[in-house]
């Protein structure tokens, strides 16, 4: 499932040097390339408290629709 600007997303992976863990979820800002993404993670409150670059690889994208099955 492609992954595009504004789309929240979810890591796949700890990253303890940004103080994220797997599972933290973030809104992607920003393409920076193909497949790279700038993603902003932030607390409840709405305080950002990481933005990084992240690879396509280590998302995941959060859907709230059910799967559109082809006709």
């Given at each position: 499932m492609?992954?595009?600007?504004?789309?929240?997303?979810v890591?796949?992976?700890s990253l303890?040097e940004?103080?994220?863990?797997?599972?933290?979820?973030?809104?992607?800002?920003?393409?920076l390339?193909?497949?790279?993404?700038?993603?902003?993670?932030?607390?409840?409150?709405?305080?950002?408290?990481?933005?990084i670059?992240l690879?396509e690889?280590?998302?995941?994208?959060?859907?709230h629709e059910?799967m559109v099955s082809?006709?």
């Open positions: 492609k992954i595009n600007l504004l789309d929240v997303v890591l796949k992976q303890p940004h103080k994220l863990q797997l599972g933290a979820i973030g809104t992607v800002v920003e393409e390339n193909a497949g790279i993404f700038w993603v902003e993670f932030a607390d409840k409150n709405g305080v950002a408290y990481a933005i670059d690879s690889q280590m998302l995941m994208k959060v859907v059910p082809p006709a």
